[in-house]
């Protein structure tokens, strides 16, 4: 029985190595194929301005533009307390478009979080391929069927418009898969991550290839259908957008679950960053039924599967608006291109049928234990609360502090009590774990004993009760506390 079970320790390891070296190849193709697609976006400039459709150009441009600034925004943002060259340096990876080769090889290479960034490695090529996805990915896959639409089927527009559909979708599965083989995740969160049997590899391989198909029918379809829309009005489009948007921030501020769980100390940097993170993951959602997206810190995974069943309903009432619009002479004939009923009903049909078994197929895939998350309602504040009162490893609970404090309010005397109990223990032993990072990560209002925090820190670490300069000494104190 003992051999039997090392047996089956030695190929869980060996698969888990072979699909390690499988992901490293992703990291570096997905790289790759965010930098052929921005590529790929010029080319198509340069053939709306060979058209004159400068509209369509200014569009591309535009979305190309945002993509770069948003991926600067979360440099600095990771970056702040960093020394400027470093920041630059950052900055210039964005710039030379080489960014998401960097963060691939810096998670492949397994290079740790450093102390005065905000969130890890591995977050941060999540977040930079999040921009990609909401900034270019999205508006240039809606700009370009727009301009099939509208009548240019050139053979490079079509082969275009495929690529960016095929990158989006290879993004959002990548950012779903990469999360669940994580190795920290499914340590930390074993009631979430583990979606891919890495001890089969044909599951392994049919879960990550049905997670890109349930992206590539989301984007095809919703793409299409937004086009569709806009031929017969852009106000139609974008009061359906803005409604919805709405309901979604409704749905997480009435369950006092907006603030994001990013570690931020700065209120108003605390409440900007939730406000852009809440929209950005609901239109990635909307698009690209983005799998991570059901994650208590996202939307949840009951707000995932009812936007994936209800996502069909809505191309189809645009597109029968569509067809309604061009059943009129004169507007026929003021259109280069006319889709008829069949070609609207089958497109948009045939893709929310193949979105419906794909997704049925992921639940027949995925281990039983973790098909409740596709119906939870469970709040981030709620997850991390019982995360950290089911984790018995203490270097597995003082993660709790890379979530942001809001969100874990609710328990922070129990966190209190167990850091101080711990932190004896921890400073004496000194384990593996307990490094540099984790320790500047412990907030220096939560140790009780001062004495403790001045070993903690390593430095010296002047009192902020105590001296005779009344409240400035004080103040400076506590300031040289945090330092």
């Not at 083989?181 to 990550?208: A, I």
């Not at 960053?273 to 949840?300: N, W």
């Not at 009590?417 to 320790?439: A, C, I, Q, S, Y």
Request: glycine residues 6%.
């Amino acid at each position: 029985m003992r051999r039997l079970s090392r047996n089956f320790t030695k190929q869980l390891a060996a698969a888990r190595s072979q699909y390690a070296t499988f992901a490293n190849l992703a990291l570096y193709f997905g790289a790759g194929l965010s930098i052929v697609d921005m590529l790929c976006d010029f080319a198509m400039v340069r053939e709306y301005l060979h058209m004159n459709q400068k509209g369509y150009a200014n569009a591309t441009i535009v979305t190309l533009l945002l993509s770069l600034l948003g991926q600067v925004t979360v440099v600095l943002i990771q970056n702040g307390k960093m020394r400027t060259r470093v920041v630059l340096r950052e900055v210039l990876f964005v710039v030379l478009l080489v960014k998401p080769g960097i963060d691939a090889y810096r998670v492949v290479s397994k290079v740790k979080q450093r102390p005065g960034t905000v969130i890890t490695p591995h977050n941060e090529l999540v977040y930079i391929r999040g921009v990609e996805l909401l900034l270019e990915s999205i508006p240039g896959a809606v700009i370009q069927a727009m301009a099939i639409v509208g009548g240019q089927t050139s053979t490079i527009a079509v082969l275009s418009l495929t690529s960016s559909i095929v990158t989006a979708a290879f993004i959002s599965a990548s950012i779903s898969v990469e999360k669940d083989v994580d190795s920290k995740c499914r340590r930390e969160s074993p009631d979430f991550y583990g979606l891919l049997q890495l001890d089969s590899k044909w599951k392994t391989v049919c879960t990550s290839l049905l997670i890109m198909l349930l992206a590539m029918c989301q984007l095809s379809s919703k793409a299409f259908a937004c086009a569709l829309c806009i031929t017969e009005s852009s106000t139609i489009l974008a009061a359906y957008l803005g409604v919805d948007m709405a309901f979604a921030i409704l749905f997480k501020v009435a369950r006092d679950d907006f603030t994001y769980w990013v570690p931020i100390n700065s209120a108003t940097t605390t409440f900007l960053v939730a406000c852009v993170e809440r929209v950005s993951m609901k239109v990635i959602l909307d698009f690209t039924g983005l799998l991570q997206a059901r994650h208590p810190y996202e939307y949840g995974g009951g707000y995932f599967s009812l936007t994936i069943l209800t996502s069909p309903i809505i191309c189809l009432y645009f597109g029968s608006r569509y067809l309604a619009y061009v059943d009129n002479e004169e507007v026929r004939a003021s259109m280069d291109t006319v889709f008829s009923s069949e070609q609207v009903y089958g497109a948009i049909g045939g893709m929310a049928v193949l979105q419906i078994i794909t997704l049925m197929s992921i639940l027949l895939l995925i281990p039983q234990r973790l098909r409740f998350t596709f119906t939870t309602w469970q709040t981030g504040s709620k997850f991390i609360c019982d995360r950290f009162f089911v984790t018995e490893a203490d270097k597995e609970k003082i993660a709790i502090f890379g979530d942001h404090r809001n969100v874990w309010l609710p328990i922070l005397e129990d966190v209190r009590k167990w850091l101080n109990d711990g932190l004896v223990v921890w400073m004496e032993e000194d384990p593996e774990w307990f490094d540099d990072f984790t320790r500047s990560s412990v907030p220096d209002d939560l140790v009780n004993d001062k004495a403790v925090l001045k070993k903690l820190r390593g430095a010296k670490v002047e009192e902020a009760s105590e001296g005779e300069g009344g409240e400035g000494e004080g103040a400076k104190g506590e300031e040289t506390i945090r330092k």
